[in-house]
């Protein structure tokens, strides 16, 4: 049986604006994944007209306990 060879030919047309294209598109994707991730993109409370977005937590301390009384009794009579 015999085979048959084929050859493929591929003729290239085209300017190449689709290479350009991608290349301009994955430079931005970079930029915003830069000013995202460490420009404060990601933090909601960096420009919020100068106010201030943090809660305010008080923790009461207990009261200290009074000092126990003293070991040696001045009525013993040892």
Do not use: C, K
């Not at 933090?43 to 008080?58: K, W």
């Amino acid at each position: 049986m015999a085979y048959e060879h084929d050859d493929v030919i591929v003729e290239r047309e085209g300017t190449g604006v689709g290479t350009i294209l991608g290349i301009i598109l994955a430079v931005i994707v970079v930029l915003a994944i830069v000013w995202f991730f460490f420009l404060g993109g990601s933090n909601p409370g960096t420009n919020n007209g100068g106010g201030t977005d943090q809660t305010n937590i008080t923790i009461d301390q207990p009261a200290p306990d009074q000092p126990a009384p003293p070991a040696n009794n001045n009525n013993n009579p040892y």
